[in-house]
């Protein structure tokens, strides 16, 4: 595939990612969302990690050949900081929306109260549903990949989100029995 191709297909989709965000009405991000690897700078909105995306676009822009390695690498992170936004994006509406001027809602109720808990442990279960829905995405994935690095790094994702889906579930239980134990 050649250079300018690549570079138009990224400016489309991060037009697209602009035209969603900007009808989900710019979700704020008051946790932290990504990981430091591909959004070095936390944002207060999906905009902020939207603009990180373009300044990698104005960094392909400087290269001259599609085959450098520092050009193959940027764009698998351009790619990887696209697919992170659209599955926030899908998820967004799935997280209870915060109060308006509370940074987290962990701050407002002290740590051993029953409200404490019961708000933990509807924020994991939402990080619950969303471990399942990327696993969903990634066996799909797997279906469709056409060669066997492309499995063997799906393959290595997919035994990612099950380590963390595993140690979710643990601390579900644990919130679970916290919370029963406070009401």
């Not at 790619?79 to 926030?88: F, V």
Request: with cysteine; aromatic share 6%; hydrophobic share 35%.
């Amino acid at each position: 595939m050649n250079r300018d191709k690549i570079i138009r297909q990224f400016v489309m989709l991060i037009a697209q990612l602009k035209q969603q965000i900007a009808r989900a009405g710019d979700p704020a991000c008051r946790e932290k969302r990504f990981d430091n690897t591909l959004f070095p700078v936390s944002g207060p909105t999906l905009t902020s990690y939207l603009q990180q995306t373009e300044q990698s676009l104005d960094k392909l822009h400087q290269f001259e050949s599609a085959s450098s390695p520092a050009f193959l690498w940027l764009t698998e992170k351009m790619a990887a900081q696209c697919q992170a936004l659209q599955r926030e994006l899908a998820t967004a509406g799935r997280r209870k929306a915060l109060p308006e001027g509370t940074a987290g809602r962990r701050k407002a109720l002290p740590e051993g109260t029953a409200g404490y808990w019961r708000h933990l442990y509807q924020q994991q279960l939402g990080y619950e549903a969303r471990l399942n829905e990327m696993l969903l995405q990634h066996e799909q994935q797997l279906t469709t990949a056409g060669t066997l690095q492309q499995q063997q790094e799906i393959g290595e994702k997919l035994r990612i989100l099950e380590q963390r889906l595993a140690r979710c579930r643990l601390a579900l239980k644990e919130t679970h029995w916290q919370t029963t134990l406070h009401n």
